[in-house]
């Protein structure tokens, strides 16, 4: 931010140089007999004294979020923001960037520390531990009371979800809240390869359009090009992780009987498992894909959760003419898909009410909203239709929209449908609900074996969601270190509570 603020002092020298001269034309007509005196100099002294004294008292709000590589005019971008919510709500806005490969570390590191900030995003692979240290807040009572709009928009049931023994930690951000799976093919190879996208349902019926794709282009061409940070994105959708952020963990989300199992020993994950090593082998899946932090652009083929319309930003941000996008999965409500994105004010921080009227005003304020998500409104983006419709003229904006606030005052990118929110709207409408929906286990008792648990699946989940490891070698190691870590007691702490919570 330093540059915002060289920026604005440049202004404010500027502008005294500009009334200083305006003062001395004023007193050439005072001779001229204009009416003026020297009372009018003195108060206007004054303003500025006082527009200054305004300046200083605006907090400024420390935000850790995750995103790709900040662009040269991040800064331009973060004081075209400052200069519109100092105006609105009294309050700027400092956003750190945590890189997509680096989030996991540093974010676990902030909070470790105590490093101060105000307001941090998370999701369900981190929030219930993340509360149980102490780091968030309770905005229980004060989101009501500070920002009662922000209240109003989301549905009980999203806000529900983030509850950790009855209180609100965080403000979801209010998408879609279910999880929709998608897998996403570059057009050119659809075509070129003739994949029949109607007969592809299960990852099994993934392997001949990837070795068709692998055949057809080469040694050094990768159909699924993996990263470390996600593997194969949704790989255990069918698994309720019961809010622990611990895959390894949890419910099939259609178990009536809410039994809690070893996810990895399952038949369905395993044989999942087995393919993708055996991808991994034959050069379908990148061989850094274990250690790699950021995917190229350009991907032929990915896997994500998304919504309709979802590829019209990833055809500019990929660089891809056209997308295909196939749904596999869902729309299905969990605890922890609606935990999926939160963002949390920190427990130390000075402002808490500020950072609830900022997220407030992210979440009802268009202008702000798409230039949260978009950019430097001219340059990153421009205008079409109001602040409905925009048209993205770079694909640099490092921030990712889906971690900021609603996309019910977000524009649509020109090139989705028009309609696409509502059709977000009504995905969550129709969405079936895990059998343990509303759940969330109270690991107050258990951090030490959580903390453990986690620290094994660590080590071992880039190897293994990513195909490099051989899962009928590894997959009994890991089960083996993570009972070792406290992994049973975590299993039976949650069906007891289960069985509590619904009794």
């Known amino acids: 931010m330093k540059k915002s603020w060289k920026l604005l002092s440049t202004l404010c020298i500027v502008m005294l140089l500009m009334s200083s001269l305006a003062a001395c034309g004023g007193s050439n007509s005072k001779s001229e007999g204009s009416g003026g005196d020297a009372n009018s100099t003195a108060q206007t002294n004054s303003g500025n004294t006082d527009k200054a004294k305004e300046t200083a008292d605006i907090p400024t709000l420390v935000w850790w979020t995750i995103g790709g590589q900040v662009p040269d005019n991040f800064d331009k971008a973060i004081a075209a923001m400052n200069e519109y919510t100092a105006e609105k709500i009294g309050v700027k806005i400092d956003i750190k960037v945590a890189s997509w490969g680096d989030w996991d570390t540093k974010i676990n590191t902030i909070v470790n520390t105590g490093e101060p900030f105000d307001i941090m995003f998370t999701n369900n692979t981190k929030y219930n531990q993340q509360v149980s240290m102490g780091a968030f807040a309770d905005i229980s009572d004060l989101v009501q009371s500070e920002s009662p709009e922000l209240y109003k928009l989301i549905p009980e049931k999203v806000w529900d979800g983030t509850k950790i023994d009855g209180k609100i930690y965080s403000v979801p951000t209010y998408k879609d809240s279910s999880v929709t799976q998608y897998w996403v093919f570059d057009n050119k190879f659809v075509q070129k390869y003739g994949i029949d996208l109607n007969n592809i349902k299960t990852l099994q019926d993934l392997d001949k359009p990837l070795r068709d794709m692998k055949a057809g282009e080469g040694k050094s061409f990768y159909p699924l090009p993996l990263t470390q940070s996600d593997g194969f994105s949704g790989f255990m959708n069918s698994y309720d992780d019961l809010t622990l952020g611990l895959q390894p963990i949890g419910v099939k989300f259609d178990d009536p009987s809410r039994k809690v199992v070893s996810a990895?020993?399952?038949?369905?994950?395993?044989?999942?498992?087995?393919?993708?090593?055996?991808?991994?082998?034959?050069?379908?899946?990148?061989?850094?894909?274990?250690?790699?932090?950021?995917?190229?652009?350009?991907?032929?083929?990915?896997?994500?959760?998304?919504?309709?319309?979802?590829?019209?930003?990833?055809?500019?941000?990929?660089?891809?003419?056209?997308?295909?996008?196939?749904?596999?999965?869902?729309?299905?409500?969990?605890?922890?898909?609606?935990?999926?994105?939160?963002?949390?004010?920190?427990?130390?921080?000075?402002?808490?009410?500020?950072?609830?009227?900022?997220?407030?005003?992210?979440?009802?304020?268009?202008?702000?909203?798409?230039?949260?998500?978009?950019?430097?409104?001219g340059v990153d983006y421009d205008n079409v239709n109001g602040e409905k419709v925009i048209e993205r003229k770079t694909d640099t904006w490092p921030l990712a929209a889906y971690t900021q606030g609603t996309f019910f005052d977000l524009a649509v990118t020109k090139g989705a449908p028009e309609d696409q929110w509502e059709q977000v709207r009504k995905l969550n409408e129709e969405a079936s609900s895990s059998s343990i929906l509303g759940f969330a286990l109270d690991i107050s008792n258990l951090s030490t074996e959580v903390a453990n648990t986690k620290a094994v699946w660590d080590k071992y989940r880039y190897e293994l969601m990513t195909g490099a490891s051989d899962p009928e070698v590894m997959v009994p190691k890991i089960v083996a270190e993570m009972k070792a870590a406290g992994m049973e007691a975590i299993m039976k702490a949650a069906q007891e509570q289960i069985e509590a919570y619904f009794k």
């Open 264 to 377: 990895l020993e399952q038949p369905d994950v395993m044989e999942n498992l087995k393919l993708l090593h055996q991808w991994y082998k034959d050069g379908i899946i990148n061989p850094d894909a274990p250690t790699k932090g950021e995917p190229d652009k350009g991907r032929a083929f990915f896997s994500a959760q998304a919504f309709p319309g979802a590829e019209a930003n990833w055809q500019i941000t990929e660089g891809v003419e056209k997308y295909d996008m196939v749904k596999t999965f869902g729309p299905l409500f969990t605890t922890s898909t609606i935990q999926g994105s939160l963002n949390a004010i920190s427990s130390n921080s000075k402002y808490k009410k500020e950072a609830l009227k900022y997220l407030e005003l992210v979440n009802t304020d268009p202008k702000l909203r798409n230039m949260l998500a978009f950019g430097e409104l």
